[in-house]
């Protein structure tokens, strides 16, 4: 028969050993929760803030945050051009259709038939109507005793500025550059050559691109003569 002081003993050693299972329970129950935190099939196998982050949108991503600290991106590609391609081209083909046939007639040219074609071309205000005219004058005494000719070619080179007039109505407007060269001949004979650099204006009217106004944008070689070789 056991003695009291061995019936201590024993009941201290099944405490201790109660004590090393129980914290090697909470031991194993830490460590396998955490790994169950980090490879939980729900979050795709990442980390609590991995998957928030996913959440809330990746900055580097595109595809839910802004990747500029909040901000949001401007949707560029929903703000339609000023003028189309095809818009430009035929804006640049009024321009050079004008200018050609401003320096395009002949000694025996009356102005009211030759200004007609050509006004239709221009916005028709009185400025154009003004600027829309043969040579006048001493020239145009000089063109008739010559028997003179003169004949244009416009080329546009490059576009000044496209932009939405806002404050007169609305409507596109269209500057370019357009370079021009007349040859004149007086009695069958070339006598001179010149080439001018033109601000040309456009706008679009009625559907249709009609020249507003043009201004010297540069003097180039104008006359210049081909039997002097200047």
């Not at 189309?84 to 009356?110: C, F, I, N, V």
């Not at 003179?148 to 404050?167: E, F, P, Y």
């Not at 559907?207 to 003569?225: C, E, P, R, T």
Request: proline share 4%.
């Amino acid at each position: 028969m056991e003695s009291p002081a061995e019936n201590k003993r024993s009941a201290a050693l099944a405490l201790a050993v109660l004590g090393v299972l129980l914290i090697a329970s909470l031991v194993v129950l830490v460590v396998f929760d955490g790994d169950d935190d980090t490879d939980d099939p729900s979050n795709g196998g990442k980390s609590p803030s991995a998957a928030a982050q996913d959440k809330n949108g990746d900055p580097g991503s595109g595809t839910g945050g802004t990747g500029d600290g909040g901000a949001a991106r401007p949707a560029t590609d929903s703000v339609p051009p000023i003028v189309t391609p095809q818009e430009l081209a035929e804006a640049h083909r009024a321009m050079a259709a004008y200018m050609s046939g401003l320096s395009t007639y002949k000694y025996t040219d009356q102005n009211a038939t030759w200004s007609k074609p050509l006004l239709g071309l221009t916005v028709a205000d009185e400025r154009m109507k003004g600027l829309t005219a043969l040579p006048t004058g001493k020239d145009w005494d000089t063109c008739q005793a010559a028997r003179c000719a003169s004949t244009g070619k416009a080329t546009v080179v490059r576009d000044g500025m496209i932009a939405q007039d806002l404050v007169s109505g609305g409507g596109s407007l269209v500057s370019s550059v357009v370079t021009l060269t007349s040859v004149r001949t007086e009695n069958g004979k070339q006598t001179r050559t010149e080439t001018n650099s033109w601000l040309v204006s456009t706008r679009k009217d009625a559907g249709s691109w009609k020249v507003s106004g043009f201004d010297l944008q540069g003097l180039g070689n104008v006359g210049s003569s081909d039997k002097t070789g200047d």
